[in-house]
């Protein structure tokens, strides 16, 4: 008797059911293996180097000594700053360099950080810096472009994203919090962390006029970026360079769609552009790998007049040419890193020196921001700071409270990036186009990917499950209108791709933090009082 082929409906489910399962053996692995790696953190952290030990410290009383020492005044150092500084906390603020600052990163806003702006009360802080909002996203692939609108029905009209001049906005940054009397704002490079007896008490800085100096204060919080020179002392950083961006300004240019964030889906890696300026778009080229093409030497130009610029809208073309004429070409590594910090007496890391992702989708301040809200609310509760290693137990909450929105933006933004590129691999490609068309259908399967691309909605069960759901979308279109060995196979090799994918990722962001953080301890971690046992 000849067996009838499966309908693409049951090798869907089948399919999805593979996934699922798949998904429950990783959490299964992680919590089995939970025990073997807290002791191996242990042993980690007490094997570590701190930078610089001190001896017996007396730093009560003194104008010199803050409730709150931060490194880095950029985005989270100076939101940071003026949040514990509106908490009537005195604040110590030390940056390398306090002129404005000049990148092609960090100047996109997405509405969910715009929501912590406002959350944390420095939404003027986008304002007269000629900020432009958005409202969504349009995709081009293959001469097919889609407009992806947020979500914005359900807020205030005042809610969108922004997009401006880095610099412009970490000054406005800056100004707010040294408005405050209670926030220093210095520059000085601090060369290391000051530690006794495993706590951390200040830092050892030298000052603008290269003389080194010390600060004291209950509580350092590292936040001194991507570059960071501390962060070894207090994580275990395992950074991974997947590509770097390429940035020009485009003058005078039109976009396709005004007020819009746009995304080529172009060989090899996409590209980005948004308006930074009533009359600026910046433009990002991604380029795979560790190295650019030379500047100096020409190679930079002719990749992007020859490989690039045809993949351009034909509405941008023109703009583009006239950029890469003009000759101001920068480029920058692209980093991602999961947060895997010790839990260090006295101290805390944060923004960039402590997690980062692939910027393509423009959630590092949204992530940044929102961590502050969450320490905002843990140390309300303290007015005393001095107890490092009860402060110490209490604050590893910090690290599972912010897991499930931080651990959702950092996952999707290094998938997207990993399923946006285009590879040899025809099931990579088909994962590709799926994802395209995916988005195009309207209705949840492109207000739900938006709503997490926003910041709008993080939850790690909603990103996973649009995540499937476009492979068991692409397995359909493969099967249909008949099954044959061959599509079922590319299937197959579609869905064990998209696993292949997301699920690393998630491992190293922490499956039970992410998606079961009520199950950790730490997450019920109550205020300090005295007499608590040490952070381990």
Known sequence: MVMEPLSPLVISVVLVM???????????????????????????????????????????????????????????????????????????????????PDRIVGELLQPGGYLKLLELGIEDCVEEIDAQRVYGYALFKNGKRIRLAYPLEKFHTDVSGRSFHNGRFIQRMREKAASLPNVQLEQGTVVSLLEENGTIKGVRYKNKSGEETTAFAALTIVCDGCFSNLRRSLCNPQVDVPSCF???????????????????LADPSPILMYPISSTEVRCLVDVPGKKVPSIANGEMENYLKTVVAPQMPHEVYDSFIAAVNKGNIKSMPNRSMPASPYPTPGALLMGDAFNMRHPLTGGGMTVALSDIVVLRNLLRPLRDLSDGSSLCKYLESFYTLRKPVASTINTLANALYKVFCSSK??????????????????????????????G??????????????????????????FPSPKRMWLGAKLISGASGIIFPIIKAEGVRQMFFPATVPAYYRAPPVKGETKCS
């Open 18 to 100: 593979i996934s699922v399962f798949a998904f429950y053996g990783l959490l299964v692995k992680t919590r089995r293996n939970s025990n073997t790696l807290d002791s191996t953190t242990s042993k980690i952290h007490h094997d570590r180097t701190v930078t610089s030990t001190v001896g017996s410290l007396n730093i009560s009383g003194g104008d010199n000594v803050a409730d709150v020492i931060v490194v880095g005044a950029g985005v989270a150092g100076s939101a940071l700053a003026y949040t514990l500084g509106k908490d009537n906390r005195r604040v110590h603020v030390i940056e390398r360099d306090l002129s404005e």
């Open 246 to 264: 390429v940035g020009l300004v485009l003058e005078n240019c039109n976009l396709p769609y005004a007020n819009h964030g746009h995304v080529v």
């Open 425 to 454: 691999d025809e099931a990579r490609n088909e994962m590709r186009e799926a994802c395209f068309d995916y988005l195009s259908l309207g209705g949840m399967c492109t207000s739900g990917p938006v709503s997490l691309l926003s």
């Open 456 to 481: 709008l909605n993080p939850r790690p069960l909603t990103l996973v499950c649009h995540f499937f759901a476009v492979a068991v979308y692409g397995v359909i279109r493969l099967l249909i209108p």
